[in-house]
């Protein structure tokens, strides 16, 4: 055994984990950072907010599969926890790691110290406090078990001492673990051959099957086994936006995203399907439209890693607890003798839907209507993207845009999606490209995402970070029109847009006030230019696109088929 400091512990053993990058506000675990600095070669990312520490760490995390790492002192673990929300609700593995109270403090009303301990348990995996250094090796190693092990999620430690420091300075006898990346999945469950042979028999006997690939999938690797499963069976194929990525849009077979963020032919195929497979999927009311696409009495087939999702929505279920890619392979090999024949017909129904639907939007989205249509804009940046693109969308109408209306069309292009943290998107873009340093990140965010951690530009800057950030300008909180004609009548008056305007800023400009290179586009035809310069220059780049602020994104654009 090998005496060290509790701080020379967690830094040895973070970068022996994989850990590339860590982020965090000051000052916490200080002496951690400094042997960090000695010893390895991890980053050290200071940021303007403890949630913006975490959003960098979820980007992190979602861009590589491996634990992103946020840290804070005891006085921002309210902060901390709050940031963890979405990669929680995303399924993202993500460690934070907060400071706590002092035994001689706890409960005397000490400067800044309240339990924050409590706050993590609805938004984490798990919540452990580690009292004593010497549990610091097994409760390290088992959050990062925590995070990775079946459905990933976030893991929080809660270390002793305000800064965390009561653990940095203890003595421990501990060694190093051997280098060992810690990633996602960290083990693969084998699916039973009986509830394969039972799904099997479903999806062949089914004449209007569907398969929706989940994030399960693309945190499985199991991209080429799904597409391979549908040309199998002749099933047309969804994903949901957690699953954007892995599906070509170009493939015959691809019919975009159900659900609120969606298409409105993909609810319509749905609607009309005998059978949805589900893979990956909490079956969640993002992706079903609250249940309704499809109906509760669809036959279902559900594999995921997590038992208690099976059947949770849907009673007539044929359930799968498996890894992904592994029960895919099961039912390829089981599935080898199906008659692809039988859904000809439906292969060219949901063919026609989707065609009708594209064809409905051509106005908009060749539109050279100036201010800008956000619809061609997001047409336009799926046309233009660089072939290592790894777009991260901002929730709300940017996961509305980038959800219906950009198309992946390579095999090396990558998709990230807020789980509902508006904000979200520019600091998560940081801390994927900081861990991707082989992809061009390309944020999709609003203006008003983009003023929640408007300060992380500085963060981009000062690390030189290459990331691009379109921002769909519309001086506004545009999504919020329908629910204040609601409130307000029937129709907008009085001083309804004190509720959702902004005023009108160059943001161009004001990224350049934050070391960020900033570019205005007025025109559709400035864009692809724009974006060319901006991957071509070596440091961030915001580009600022002034957009039409009377329209709203189709949410939950299922009008016809729920007619």
Partial sequence: MTEQTGAEYLARTLDAYGVSAVFLVPTSLSATLVTMERETEIKRIVTHGEKAAAYMADGYARATGRPGVCMAQNIGGANLAAGLRDPYLGCSPVIALTGGPYEFSRGRNYYQEIEDFPLFKPVTKSSRQVLDAARLPDQLDQAFRDATVGKPGPAHLELAGHTGDTIENQRIDAEIPDANIRQVPAARISPNPADIARAA???????????????????????????????????????????????????????????????????????????????????????????????????????????????????????????????????????????????????????????????????????????????????????????????????????????????????????????????????????????????????????????????????????????????????????EINPYTVAYGGSLNGRHHELWHFTDLDLAKVAESLGVTGIRVTRPQDFEPALARAVALNGPVLIDVVTDIDIIAPKGSAARALS
């Fill in 201 to 479: 028999e479903a999806l062949r006997s089914a004449q209007r099957p569907v398969i929706v690939a989940g994030g399960g999938v693309r945190a499985s690797g199991a991209g080429d086994e799904v597409v391979a499963l549908a040309e199998l069976l002749g099933a047309p194929l969804a994903t949901s936006l957690n699953g954007k990525d892995t599906v070509p849009a170009g493939h015959p077979l691809a019919i975009g995203i159900p659900g609120l963020y969606s298409r409105a032919s993909a609810n319509e195929i749905l609607l009309e399907a005998d059978l949805v497979f589900y893979i990956g999927s909490q079956t969640g009311s993002q992706l079903t439209l609250t249940w309704q696409v499809p109906p509760p009495s669809t036959q279902i087939v559900h594999l995921d890693i997590e038992p208690q999702e099976l059947g949770r929505h849907y009673p007539n279920t044929v359930p799968i607890v498996s890894d992904a890619k592994l029960g895919l392979i099961a039912l390829l090999s089981a599935l080898s003798d199906v008659d692809r024949s039988r859904t000809a017909d439906w292969v060219a129904r949901a063919r026609t839907l989707g065609e009708r639907w594209r064809r409905d939007l051509t106005d908009r989205l060749e539109s050279d209507a100036t201010p800008i249509r956000p619809e061609r804009l997001a047409h336009e940046l799926g046309q233009i993207l660089p072939d290592n693109a790894l777009v991260v969308a901002d929730t709300g109408h940017a996961g509305m845009w980038t959800g219906g209306y950009l198309d992946l069309a390579g095999p090396n292009q990558g998709f990230l999606r807020a789980a509902g943290s508006l904000g979200w998107g520019l600091p998560a873009g940081i801390g994927a490209q900081i861990a991707r340093p082989d992809a061009q990140v390309v944020v999709f965010t609003g203006d008003g995402g983009l003023m929640y951690h408007l300060a992380e530009l500085e963060t981009a800057a000062r690390w030189n970070v290459p990331l691009v950030v379109v921002v769909n300008d519309n001086r506004s909180l545009n999504q």
